[in-house]
């Protein structure tokens, strides 16, 4: 079984929709969580932190479950402009940045 | 200014040559890192190098060595390459104590 595992998708969703990606990881030793956006052909970027009271970055929600091992992450009026691949990230405890990631959710915003 | 830069961004190469790529940061970031994304889009950490002293080498062949002449620097050097090294390859860096990393436009390396 994969450490940290994502439905690969693709998603494929009209303007303004809004879709959920959801993550589970295995490690419970995990510490930190994140998602990261890739664009095709481009390096992954941080989209943002997942903290266990949730948080939310304007269209962007992601939420955390400790006890099922479980983060997800929400965009409501989806753009054009959200098409990438969306990837869950852990970090164990104690491993300096040893970041592991998903193999990523692509998303396809259609007009 | 390009924060992660690494060269080259594309490398073909026959299979039992030497080759190296290299990464500079100039972030001031003390972390670097090389991941490698495979052909199914996997991204999986390779090394690690904190300072310059080397803190996470993942079960990769010793063909692959890094080496990190300073801070903003770690290169990484690739012995009598085979097909199945071709894939992306990014570095990246970062702060020990910030999760946050940066990554390089990535170097896609074709193994004919």
């Known amino acids: 079984r994969k450490e940290v595992e994502q439905d690969p998708g693709p998603f494929n969703v009209p303007e303004g929709a809004t879709v959920a990606f959801n993550c589970t990881y295995s490690?419970?030793?995990?510490?930190?969580f994140f998602w990261y956006r890739q664009d095709c052909r481009k390096e992954p970027k941080l989209l943002m932190s997942?903290?266990?009271s949730g948080n939310e970055d304007g269209r962007f929600t992601a939420q955390l479950n400790r006890a099922s091992q479980y983060i997800s992450l929400l965009i409501r009026d989806s753009k054009l402009s959200d098409s990438a691949t969306y990837l869950c990230?852990?970090?164990?405890?104690?491993?300096?940045?040893?970041?592991?990631f998903g193999k990523g959710t692509k998303l396809s915003v259609k007009p | 200014d390009t924060a992660v830069s690494q060269t080259p961004k594309y490398l073909v190469t026959q299979m039992g040559n030497d080759k190296s790529i290299k990464c500079e940061q100039n972030l001031g970031h003390d972390t670097m890192y090389w991941y490698k994304q495979d052909s199914k889009k996997f991204l999986k950490i390779m090394f690690s190098?904190?300072?310059?002293?080397?803190?996470i080498n993942e079960t990769v062949p010793n063909r692959f060595s890094p080496k990190s002449p300073d801070k903003a620097h770690l290169n990484l050097h690739i012995n009598s390459l085979e097909l199945g090294d071709s894939a992306v390859y990014f570095c990246a860096s970062g702060i020990a104590t910030n999760e946050k990393l940066f990554f390089g436009s990535g170097t896609q390396l074709s193994v004919l």
């Open positions: 490690n419970s030793a995990s510490q930190s």
């Open positions: 997942v903290y266990s």
């Open positions: 990230v852990v970090k164990r405890w104690g491993s300096q940045g040893n970041l592991i």
């Open positions: 190098y904190n300072n310059k002293e080397l803190i």
